[in-house]
């Protein structure tokens, strides 16, 4: 399938980030026509397109709209997730510093549907100039008095993973320490400062205006039935030429490596894919034939997730990876729940044991179940992201355990591509506590 | 109200019925099943699913959810570890990683035995090991004050202690600091966790990581009893229990009373029990010798000595009552100086009466109000240090709390009928008034405030006198009680009878001491008596009496011995000295108060006062008058407000693991005073009236109205009326 | 620099009149005391955010120790960050970390010697398709090899 812009159309010809430039193209156009149209008309039209949510879970925005509490006396809250900080996935970030005004018109036919006056972006804190950007494109287009009786505010992380998630996200915009809250009450009854909130992902919302623009029908022939509309992949890892392509849902995974992100790089071989973030298991070469969308990729035991591919080559060592990955999350973890805080830490020392050598055959099953005990049981899903693509490893790349275990050593012997990756949990950081050891 | 809709639920296959909404742990205690539970704590505010201890299963779920956050609904069918080997293999893992890093030093842990972490264990966890890697190891045990000490590595991050201290206490004072593994529970650049309810975290703690720093390796679960009884250290009345081992007091807990404490205590009944052992306590009746000296003398040569006090003073005698005896005490003192002595006068450190018998509720109406208006300037927490988290219970409940200033004037206003407040008052069926001052007739103006706003018609409607001593209204009434007679005050004194220490203390009673030809004290502290006295004898504490107490909402509690004194109760030696009057008093607090109680409390039997006591129901008294004089002129300067610091006063005096808790030499000025001062935080400042003047630091308080100051009585030496504040 | 000034307060204040609930300006208002401060969070800053919003200074501390881009101990004037993450992982990002190990003299997590400049490793910094990543005083540099790290040096050194 050939590339298909819809989020960053005009992105190529102009300056987009200009307003003017955006207007020219016919940017804003689609909030006068959504304005006209009733919360309720607003909503349906939203459901009938059937757009998927980008961050991750793949739930229908129309749907969720719908779920809010409109008629709580207390005020509707959108809340844009800009935290992207999944590993593999930097789309949003296209979408910020290209199209800020087609996220900010998305924004405001968005916050008419929910009957928001009030409109927040949470960017994770690295993006400085990202922020600066859309804090731009911001202030133009409120002088411009395109907002209407809506005031967009942006609000900046300060550096943690957990904050993209939706909850944790909202605890972090109400000045808090970011940690997840239970569910029930969900955010549309009870969100931002206890009151109902639509909470959605920059692609997601980005992808609003052409809804209207098309119409749901119109807007549901591009992608799949399953997953209309097109999606900005991020594609990463060792192949040619690594970028973001937006693509139509429903292209096959082999076309976007191959063909868009020009294959493996140096001719190497393929060893495996993360498709939707470092979070997702990890599929081997011979499951690439499959169209990227959300059934397609649930269908073969992954997630379509952040749409955000990693590449992996023969070079790599996967216990290694996985270790790498393994403290990431360990690193990130929040620490209020149980099984996601200690959990986590623990695969990390299991999996170091046998990175080193030291390994014994029981410890495979002692990690696989430190893994079920993780799984499903943490207060959000950071403990699964932990343990999807660990748990991957294992089952598909066994083999290379083993040989850890057998040989006493890596047996790439110290020719792995990912050979002794520091990982920023090693470091020595100022915790408020000097003696913490990680 | 409505009655909340009834829903089935099924649990483990067994049918309950519950309000809809009901937590599912309380739900499955209803059908007699225990969820197990780490950090789920109602009293805490809503769950936070932090530990997964309660994992269930859940007809229609694929995954084990946490039980303590969902709640009941119609149809909702849950297995737990009892029936589903789903769920208890899930606790059993959770339970797992609680002990990865958890030291295991169940021995030398003060917990160990009442542990819940223990006991959940025992019954769902592990029986051994998977981790082989070393545990995390910290520094402990961190004195996160002086009275209380964090052991970080046992601590299993359930965030009780936080929560409670965010949003029960409200201090803000201990969090978690970190993120992930690295978490822990921190105060502020390690200082100390300086605030009035601090203690209570060390019972939310469901492991051994925070411990009391009192009670470190001071006894084990099996060696101890505790003995429930009732604080006497404020007008509140806390259901407590003392801990006792081989007869000494080594800790006290509470015993949640849900209308009275809702099982908070404050820092000063939790941890002030080490008085009892004071250096100073007298053991044995003291005769003062030469001019300042005091000699220990024989039980037998006491009570010679007090008959020839009480016969030499011909009547003319009088006393000096602290507001801490028990009614039996008080009544048994009344028989003997009034009905045998026909000396009837006597001073109470305050005013006291039946008028706000008629608005009585139980304290946790505050909680349940939607309008509270506290009137009076002085701090509601140093008064009645209870009441201060009913307020923040019933601010978090969203009812509109309103601090209506000056005392007298503000009930002159709010019954004026065109008043704005006064009229919303007028109108709620659950408003709340609170006396915070130590003006009021002892509650009489807020009665007839109550009374002109309509609160004896409506039963959600009441009002609360917050007074300053714990019993004064259970001394007066027994006092009253113990004799019809009535009698002059003596011009010239014979002697001064001083009841206990708080009257000891009180620097009026001194001064009419001044006056008095003969002082007989009753002390529990030797520096308390020595230089007045003419003969002391050994008072006992709270925690050593049987009797009952009257506390502000006007419940009467029981209040138990809970260790044996090093002398004689009051009680027994009242009633020896009253035999040689040909006056007979039982010893026996039971007798006392069979006798008592005929008269004033319906005949209840002392048995009968219960573990647990219910709030007598309201009664009709005289209407009062609302306070009639014209509002004292403003004068120049600011209001002084003097007030009883809570961590003040004999026992907490002695209590050297509180004197970090005592008042700091402050004086506090609202925002807009600061200001137009140039006054700032912090700032040496000079407060003075009328030639005198004390010299202590500057605190802006966003709590302070204009015009007022407050300052802790022990540091605004001889400051009174207005005052003015320079730099 | 001190952030204890009035006219930073009035900017906090205002700051948290844009939000429903004034808590909400902590994270925002600790990223200013930390500018301010030559790029840490003394206890004095945790004092000063807490007065200005009516918070415990524990609060404040308890939320600033959460986040990795507060530092609550001394740091260099300049920061270069290296994302160690998968995709930077497999495109060469360990050889980046040792070219500035062996430059700067100091392990990831240190400063150097003449306070110039803090080296640290973080997590994926969003630029994946564009690895190695490196941040620079928190500007992105992309496709960083190690043989451009002398002359990132040099130029942070100069500026
Ligand atoms: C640990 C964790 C991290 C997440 N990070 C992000 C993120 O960085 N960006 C994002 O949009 N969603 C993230 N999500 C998903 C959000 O929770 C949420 O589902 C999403 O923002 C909803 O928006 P959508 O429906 O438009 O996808 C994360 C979820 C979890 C559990
Ligand atoms: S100290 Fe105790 S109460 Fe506080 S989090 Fe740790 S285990 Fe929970
Ligand atoms: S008791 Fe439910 S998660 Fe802790």
Known sequence: ?438 | MSSPELVTVTIDGREVQVPKGTGLVETALAAGIEIPVFCYEPRLGPPVGACRMCLVEVEGMPKLQAGCTMTAQDGLKVLTAQTSALAAEGQNGTLEFILVNHPLDCPVCDKGGECPLQDLTFRWGPGSTRMEFEKRTLEKPIPVSPTIALDRERCILCYRCTRYSESVAEDGQLVAQNRGAQSVIATFDDRPYRAPFSGNVLELCPVGALTSTQYRFEARPWEIQNVPTVCGLCPVGCNTAATLREGKVKRIISRNHPEVDEGWLCDKGRFGFTHLYADDRIADPLRRVRLRGLEEISWDDALDEAERLLREADGRIVTALSGSETIEQAYALGRLLRGGLGSHTAVLPEETGPALDAFRLPLSAIRDAELVVVLGDEPVAERAPIVELWLKAARRNGAEVHYAGDALEGCRRLARVKDELGGRLRESDRAILIWSSEEGAGGAHLAALARELGFAERPGCGAFHLPRTANGRGVADAWAASDDGEGETPEAIGLLVVSGDEAAADPNVRALAERAERVLVTSMFQSLAAGWADLVLPGTSYLERDGTYVNLEGRLQRLRRTSIPPAPDELAWIAKLAERFDVAIDPFPSAVFAELSGKIYDGLPFGEVGEQAPLRTRSEAPAPELPEEPPAPKGEGLRLIRYKALFSGPAIERVPELQFQRPEPEVELSGKDAEKRGIASGDRVRVSHDGTSVELRARVSRSLRPGVVRIAAEHAGDLGGNVEVTT | MNPATDALTKQVRKLATQFPDSRSATIPALRLAQEHNDGWLDTECFEWVGEALDLTPAYCQAVASFYDMFHLAPVGRHSIEVCTNLSCALSGAQQVVEAFESELGVAPGETTADGDVTFRAVECLGGCGYATVVAVDHRYRQFVKPEDVPAIVEGVRAG
């Not at chain 1, 620490?335 to 986590?344: D, S, V």
């Not at chain 1, 030291?358 to 099953?365: A, C, K, Q, R, V």
């Open chain 1, 1 to 438: 399938m050939p590339a298909r812009s819809m989020l960053l159309a005009g992105a190529d010809e102009r300056d987009l980030t200009k307003l003017s430039e955006y207007r020219a193209i016919g940017g804003y156009e689609q909030v006068p026509k959504a304005r006209a149209m009733t919360p309720d008309d607003l909503i349906a039209e939203l459901q009938a397109a059937n757009l998927r949510g980008r961050g991750g879970a793949g739930f229908p925005m129309g749907r969720k709209a719908s779920l809010i509490d409109r008629k709580s006396a207390k005020p509707k809250y959108l809340v844009v997730n800009a935290d992207e900080s999944e590993p593999g996935a930097f789309k949003d970030r296209e979408v910020m510093t290209r199209v800020p005004h087609r996220l900010l018109e998305g924004c405001l036919i968005a916050a008419h549907a929910i009957e928001s006056n009030d409109v927040f972006i949470y960017i994770r804190g690295e993006y400085l100039t990202e922020y600066e950007i859309l804090a731009k494109a911001v202030e133009d287009a409120r002088k411009a008095g395109l907002f209407g009786d809506v005031d967009i505010t942006l609000y900046r992380g300060a550096g943690a993973y957990i904050c993209g998630e939706e909850t944790a996200l909202l605890d972090s915009l109400e000045g808090r320490r970011g940690q997840p809250r239970p569910r029930p009450p969900f955010p549309p009854i009870q969100g931002l400062y206890a009151a109902p909130t639509q909470i959605n992902n920059v692609c997601t919302i980005a992808t609003v205006p052409s809804i209207i623009e098309l119409g749901a029908d119109r807007f549901r022939e591009i992608g799949t039935p399953g997953s209309p509309g097109t999606v900005i992949f991020s594609v990463s890892g060792n192949v040619e030429k690594p970028g973001n392509y937006e693509l139509e849902l429903g292209t096959s995974m082999r076309e976007l490596i191959y063909t868009h992100a020009g294959g493996i790089a140096g001719g190497r071989q393929l060893k495996a894919v993360i498709p939707g973030g470092s979070s997702v298991p990890a599929l081997t070469p011979r499951q690439i034939d499959v169209p990227l969308d959300y059934d397609s990729m649930g269908a073969i035991g992954t997630f379509f997730g952040a749409a955000s591919l990693i590449v992996i080559d023969d070079r790599c060592c996967l216990v290694q990876l996985a270790l790498r990955s393994t403290k990431f999350y360990m690193h990130e973890s929040c620490g209020k729940c149980t099984p996601c805080r200690e959990g986590t830490r623990w695969m990390v020392q299991i999996l170091e044991k046998i990175e080193r050598g030291d390994g014994e055959l029981s410890d495979l099953d002692l990690l696989g179940s430190v893994g079920t005990r993780i799984l499903g049981r943490s207060l959000c899903a950071l403990g699964d992201f932990a343990v999807y693509p660990v748990a991957s490893y294992l089952e598909k790349f066994r083999g290379e355990f083993v040989a850890h275990i057998e040989q006493g050593r890596c047996p790439y012997g110290g020719e792995s591509s990912v050979e002794g990756i520091f990982a920023p949990s090693d470091q020595h950081t100022h915790s408020t506590v000097a003696t913490v050891p990680a």
